[in-house]
Nanobody, 123 residues
């Protein structure tokens, strides 16, 4: 079993920054893809960003490209989502997920999910 725990959410004014963390633990936690997703009230969950194990593939949703940056520290089994220039429309619960798929990291099936962390951006 693998546990995924997000942290770092909070309330921030528009234009501000937040950094989310995603810690994965459990047996055989290695060589995984990590993805960030978000779900706003009344909307479907959407892909935000992902990173391959080596970090050579880091796709982003168009809406966050240039503002958000995904990174990871494999020695710590932790991934990060640096969010800059935040907008009210970024308000959502942000979820981290890990998996071992191939191909399109935005569409692959992720095996384990965290509980989510709330990000609220005020105008």
């Amino acid at each position: 079993q693998v546990q995924v725990v997000e942290s770092g959410g909070g309330l921030v004014q528009a234009g501000g920054s937040l950094r989310l963390s995603c810690a994965a633990s459990g047996r055989t936690v290695s060589s995984y893809v990590v993805g960030w997703f978000r779900q706003a009230p009344g909307k479907e969950r959407e892909f935000v960003a992902a990173s391959s194990w080596s970090g050579d593939m880091t796709p982003y949703a168009y809406s966050v490209k240039g503002r958000f940056t995904i990174s990871r520290d494999n020695a710590k089994n932790t991934a990060y989502l640096q969010m800059n220039s935040l907008k009210p429309e970024d308000t959502a619960v942000y979820y981290c997920a890990v998996g071992w798929g191939v191909g399109d990291l935005s569409r692959m099936k992720y095996a384990y999910w965290g509980q989510g962390t709330q990000v609220t951006v005020s105008s």
